[in-house]
Protein backbone atom coordinates (compact mmCIF):
# COMPACT_ATOMS: atom_id res chain seq x y z
CA UNK A 1 0.00 0.00 0.00
CA UNK A 2 1.22 3.43 -1.26
CA UNK A 3 2.32 6.08 2.07
CA UNK A 4 1.11 9.76 1.61
CA UNK A 5 3.04 11.84 3.61
CA UNK A 6 0.97 15.44 4.57
CA UNK A 7 3.07 18.56 4.73
CA UNK A 8 4.38 20.62 6.62
CA UNK A 9 2.84 18.49 9.64
CA UNK A 10 4.57 15.58 8.46
CA UNK A 11 1.72 12.94 9.31
CA UNK A 12 1.45 10.28 7.25
CA UNK A 13 -1.77 7.84 6.16
CA UNK A 14 -1.80 4.71 4.23
CA UNK A 15 -3.67 4.46 0.99
CA UNK A 16 -4.84 1.82 -1.80
CA UNK A 17 -3.45 2.82 -5.10
CA UNK A 18 -6.13 4.20 -7.20
CA UNK A 19 -7.90 6.28 -4.69
CA UNK A 20 -7.98 9.93 -5.27
CA UNK A 21 -6.43 12.44 -2.81
CA UNK A 22 -9.23 13.85 -1.95
CA UNK A 23 -10.70 10.78 -0.27
CA UNK A 24 -6.98 9.72 0.95
CA UNK A 25 -6.86 13.25 2.43
CA UNK A 26 -10.75 13.17 3.70
CA UNK A 27 -10.13 9.47 5.24
CA UNK A 28 -6.72 10.80 7.13
CA UNK A 29 -9.29 13.27 9.15
CA UNK A 30 -7.45 16.06 7.39
CA UNK A 31 -9.44 19.57 5.83
CA UNK A 32 -9.37 20.45 2.68
CA UNK A 33 -11.99 22.51 0.51
CA UNK A 34 -14.14 20.62 -1.77
CA UNK A 35 -16.75 23.23 -2.47
CA UNK A 36 -17.94 21.48 -6.03
CA UNK A 37 -17.96 17.78 -3.94
CA UNK A 38 -15.92 16.32 -6.13
CA UNK A 39 -17.03 17.20 -9.23
CA UNK A 40 -13.98 18.51 -10.88
CA UNK A 41 -15.46 22.11 -10.77
CA UNK A 42 -14.01 24.44 -7.98
CA UNK A 43 -10.92 24.35 -7.52
CA UNK A 44 -11.28 24.10 -4.13
CA UNK A 45 -9.06 21.04 -3.69
CA UNK A 46 -5.65 21.63 -5.41
CA UNK A 47 -2.58 20.40 -3.76
CA UNK A 48 0.95 20.20 -4.61
CA UNK A 49 2.09 17.23 -5.04
CA UNK A 50 5.29 15.01 -5.23
CA UNK A 51 5.61 11.13 -6.30
CA UNK A 52 3.83 8.95 -8.43
CA UNK A 53 0.52 10.04 -9.60
CA UNK A 54 -1.82 8.82 -12.47
CA UNK A 55 -1.57 11.35 -15.52
CA UNK A 56 -3.66 13.95 -15.59
CA UNK A 57 -7.11 12.84 -17.33
CA UNK A 58 -8.62 15.50 -19.84
CA UNK A 59 -11.03 16.92 -16.87
CA UNK A 60 -8.12 17.81 -14.42
CA UNK A 61 -5.61 18.94 -17.44
CA UNK A 62 -8.40 21.43 -17.92
CA UNK A 63 -8.40 22.71 -14.33
CA UNK A 64 -4.48 22.42 -14.09
CA UNK A 65 -4.28 24.67 -16.71
CA UNK A 66 -6.54 27.50 -14.94
CA UNK A 67 -3.52 27.79 -12.23
CA UNK A 68 -1.69 30.58 -13.17
CA UNK A 69 1.16 29.93 -10.33
CA UNK A 70 3.27 27.11 -11.25
CA UNK A 71 3.72 24.30 -9.08
CA UNK A 72 3.40 20.40 -8.88
CA UNK A 73 -0.65 20.89 -8.61
CA UNK A 74 -3.24 18.71 -8.74
CA UNK A 75 -6.61 18.35 -8.20
CA UNK A 76 -7.00 16.18 -5.29
CA UNK A 77 -10.66 15.21 -6.47
CA UNK A 78 -9.60 13.74 -9.60
CA UNK A 79 -5.72 12.90 -9.40
CA UNK A 80 -5.10 8.93 -8.22
CA UNK A 81 -2.59 8.02 -6.57
CA UNK A 82 -0.08 5.60 -8.14
CA UNK A 83 2.97 5.06 -5.26
CA UNK A 84 4.40 6.98 -2.39
CA UNK A 85 3.26 10.56 -2.23
CA UNK A 86 3.83 13.90 -0.60
CA UNK A 87 0.64 16.18 -0.67
CA UNK A 88 1.13 19.50 1.03
CA UNK A 89 -1.20 22.08 2.04
CA UNK A 90 -0.56 25.84 3.78
CA UNK A 91 -2.82 24.64 6.48
CA UNK A 92 -1.78 21.17 7.98
S1 LIG B 1 -13.64 19.40 -5.12
FE1 LIG B 1 -14.03 20.88 -6.62
S2 LIG B 1 -12.46 20.57 -8.08
FE2 LIG B 1 -12.08 19.09 -6.56
Redo the contacts with the bound molecule.
Keep these: MPTVTFLPSGRTAEARAGATL?GVIRGAGLPI??????????????VRVTGPLAAPDVAERA?LDRIADPGPWR????ARLAGDATVQADYW
Design positions: LGYACRGRGVCLACRLIACL
